[in-house]
């Protein structure tokens, strides 16, 4: 039994993030997690997963979000200053991860 429910908690992590998630990211009203996600739970999981590996899940993503993330400071309203944001829609540039080198076209 402890077997199936460590592959259940691995699947429901794996597909906790749809592989859209970075182009529907604040744009889609149902969020990252609906759509495709919601779509892929209700697939594998039609009785849905208890909560100590809902917990589990929710805990292994926050670490990993913060793992990749700098961490910046706030102001007093919870704003982080501008050169600490990144708009990708106004100046796109695609850096190679490992040399920091641009990406040409």
Same mark, same amino acid.
């Given at each position: 039994?402890?077997?199936? /429910? =460590? #592959?259940?908690a691995?699947?429901a992590?794996?597909?906790h993030?749809?592989?859209?998630?970075? =182009?529907v990211?604040?744009?889609?009203?149902?969020?990252?997690?609906?759509? *495709?996600t919601?779509?892929?739970?209700?697939?594998f999981?039609p !009785?849905?997963?208890?909560?100590? *590996?809902k917990q #589990?899940?929710?805990t292994?993503?926050? #670490?990993?979000?913060?793992a990749?993330?700098? +961490?910046?400071? !706030?102001?007093?309203?919870?704003?982080?200053?501008? #050169?600490a +944001?990144?708009?990708?829609? +106004?100046s796109?540039?695609? /850096?190679?991860?490992? *040399?920091?080198?641009?990406c040409?076209?």
């Amino acid at each position: 039994m402890a077997d199936q /429910k =460590l #592959w259940q908690a691995k699947l429901a992590a794996r597909v906790h993030d749809p592989a859209e998630k970075a =182009l529907v990211l604040m744009r889609d009203p149902a969020g990252h997690e609906g759509g *495709t996600t919601r779509e892929l739970f209700n697939t594998f999981f039609p !009785q849905g997963i208890d909560s100590q *590996t809902k917990q #589990w899940i929710k805990t292994a993503d926050h #670490w990993a979000s913060a793992a990749d993330r700098p +961490q910046f400071p !706030q102001d007093a309203n919870n704003r982080y200053a501008n #050169w600490a +944001q990144v708009r990708f829609e +106004q100046s796109p540039e695609i /850096k190679h991860p490992l *040399t920091g080198g641009k990406c040409q076209r």
